[in-house]
């Protein structure tokens, strides 16, 4: 089993940053690929990015060029880059962890852009 617990959220001005952390404790050593993914009021949650073990990358067209999903050198640890932030990108924000045909998600983390 594999618990996740992110951290980062915040209220931030339209295009300024920040920096989501996503911390695996347990089985991590296992994981096979980690996520971020959000939800915004009266939407269904969707995938924002994916780092795969190997090193891929997948992002939602409507990230792509301002965020950036990361790994730590422990691999415990995922982070999620974000850039040029608009309104439109507030939403709680998810961790995700896949191993097998198991997955893991955390409570997540709110993130309001506003001015």
């Known amino acids: 089993q594999v618990k996740l617990v992110e951290s980062g959220g915040g209220l931030v001005q339209p295009g300024g940053s920040l920096r989501l952390s996503c911390a695996a404790s347990?089985?991590?050593?296992?994981?096979?690929?980690m996520g971020w993914y959000r939800q915004a009021p009266g939407k269904q949650r969707e995938l924002v990015a994916t780092l795969a073990k190997s090193g891929i990358t997948n992002y939602a067209d409507s990230v792509k060029g301002r965020f950036t999903i990361s790994r730590g050198n422990a691999k415990n640890m995922a982070y999620l880059q974000m850039n040029s932030l608009q309104p439109e990108d507030t939403a709680v924000y998810y961790c995700?962890?896949?191993?097998?045909?198991?997955?893991?998600w955390g409570q997540g983390t709110q993130v309001t852009v506003s001015s």
């Open positions: 347990g089985s991590s050593f296992s994981i096979n690929i």
């Open positions: 995700n962890a896949g191993w097998g045909a198991y997955s893991s």
